[in-house]
């Protein structure tokens, strides 16, 4: 089993930057992708950004392009966020990717960190 810790999260002024970062533990043989995934109030989580295992190849969603980059060292995934705008507050969830023992597709949710921006 793989277990994912965030960190990074707080409150920040409109245009300032910040950095999450998701330390995946357990079975991290098992882990392909990863990923930042967000959820504001009233609203349905979405991806942010995602990885490939090797780092390479990288994709991200509309709100996210020119503005955030993901990144990763292993099994611990960055994502730096900077422009940050009011409406970027969200609670941001790492999930990464993972393979069971027995071949089994199984998606691995962290448990969330705050990203408050002010106005």
């Known amino acids: 089993q793989v277990q994912l810790v965030e960190s990074g999260g707080g409150l920040v002024q409109a245009g300032g930057s910040l950095r999450l970062s998701c330390v995946a533990s357990?079975?991290?043989?098992?882990?392909?992708?990863m990923g930042w995934y967000r959820q504001a109030p009233g609203k349905q989580r979405e991806l942010v950004a995602a990885i490939s295992s090797s780092g390479v190849d990288t994709n991200y969603g509309d709100s996210a392009q020119g503005r955030f980059t993901i990144s990763r060292d292993k099994n611990t995934v960055y994502l730096q966020m900077n422009s940050l705008k009011p409406e970027d507050t969200a609670v941001y969830y790492c999930?990464?990717?993972?393979?069971?023992?027995?071949?089994?597709?199984?998606?691995?949710w962290g448990q969330g960190t705050l990203v408050t921006v002010s106005s």
């Open positions: 999930k990464a990717n993972t393979i069971t023992p027995n071949y089994s597709f199984l998606e691995v």
């Open positions: 357990g079975s991290t043989p098992s882990i392909n992708v």
